[in-house]
């Protein structure tokens, strides 16, 4: 009995420890990869350089690309007070998602993204920032958390999350006026949409 309790407890310690390091990952970024020790992916955190803003798309570096690193789950922090989120602006991620497919008879993994802007003043999404953001991942469930915290101004383009297909959203702000739900959430295929603590919409598609 005893060796079973140490040999469950062993399993879930495996499955639960990770180790942190500091990692080259997006240019002008300050990252760490979280990974677990049995090998399995991994958590991306970064934060954004002070004095060093993101003027377009995020970028990964040179090395990252080399190395083939690859992570489940994404955390951005950008604490820019101004900043204009271009068409695809974190769509190079797509090249650290994992690249394994789905095992016969086993659950779906989880695929999520989460941008956090706490600092803004001014923030504006254009047109398709999020296009295609996870493309054909039908083998994992793909979440998309924006965490716009601040008390500073959004715009929202009429096209701006043109074509996002994700499985569960998740958007929290301080505000969205003077911005209707069909305006921010035109042309999209949401799963399970989730609004400033609003109810969940089922299969929301525009």
Known sequence: MTYIIYTLLHIIISITFVRTKSCDIIENMLCACHSS????????ICNNLDNNPINSTIK??????????SF?????TFYDEEMNI????INELSYLFPRSLLTEGKSKS??????????????NFEDYSFYQLFGEKSDYITSLTLELTSNGQITFSTMAFNQLIV?????????????????IFNNTNIGELSVEGK????NRKN
């Open 37 to 44: 020790f049995n090998g399995g992916t991994g958590q991306l």
């Open 60 to 69: 990964l570096t040179d090395e990252v690309r080399q190395n083939g690193h």
């Open 72 to 76: 489940d789950s994404f955390h951005l």
């Open 86 to 89: 271009t068409a695809m602006f």
């Open 110 to 123: 989880k695929l999520s993204i989460t941008l956090s802007f706490p600092n803004f003043l001014q923030l």
């Open 167 to 183: 499985d569960q959203m998740f958007l929290h702000s301080s505000s969205l006026e003077p911005y209707s739900f069909e305006e």
């Open 199 to 202: 109810k969940k919409r089922e």
